[in-house]
């Protein structure tokens, strides 16, 4: 099973400061990698696939990078609805699809 | 618009058994494969099983096997998950959600196991 690890835990920012989230695996995944948003109450939300591609929707804000192991969600300058918990999970090979255990972006 | 809604959450005893359902509309379900995700209250996500659209699969998260059933009828557009020998640490918001890369999410339904 592949387990991937998400940094930090939580992450302290201001709205307009750039936001830059870790995850990474415990074994190659490729690209197949990708990131959700979650508010509380509701329901994930699919922001990265396939490492960088935007999901339908998702501002230019949000990018995704890297490759194998190592991946970085990006928030170019935060809005006050990005505040949230953002999750990764791989796609890689066969399932278990694990996710990460989640970052918490909080307003500072 | 894509739609997902899951319904047939509940609070039922350890050892019971309950099926959730998941109606689809606004795409070609038969087209997509579908997971089942849970989440503990105040915890995280935690990916349960998936299923190809042709039925074919399925997956399973190891804690669930030979517990957990997924299967879906392409004629009624929905998707299920029958849970049996349920036990407290199941308890958990219970969401479906479409395609490999799970684009679309339903609104989940709570799974309470306790005595």
Known sequence: EIVLTQSPATLSLSPGERATLSCRASQSVSTYLAWFQQKPGQAPRLLIYDASNRATGIPARFSGSGSGTDFTLTISSLEPEDFAVYYCQHRSNLPPYTFGQGTKLDIK | ?115
Request: glycine share 14%.
């Open chain 2, 1 to 115: 618009e894509v739609q997902l809604v899951e319904s047939g959450g509940g609070v039922v005893q350890p050892g019971g058994s309950l099926r959730l359902s998941c109606a689809a509309s606004g795409f070609m379900f038969d087209d997509y494969a579908m997971h089942w995700v849970r989440q503990a209250p105040g915890k995280g996500l935690e990916w349960v099983s998936l299923i190809h659209g042709d039925g074919s699969g399925p997956y399973y998260v190891e804690s669930v096997k030979g517990r957990f059933t997924i299967s879906r009828d392409n004629s009624k557009n929905s998707l299920y998950l029958q849970m049996n020998s349920l036990r407290t640490e199941d308890t958990a918001f219970y969401y479906c959600a479409k395609d490999y890369w799970l684009g679309d999410w339903g609104q989940g339904t709570l799974v309470i196991v306790s005595s």
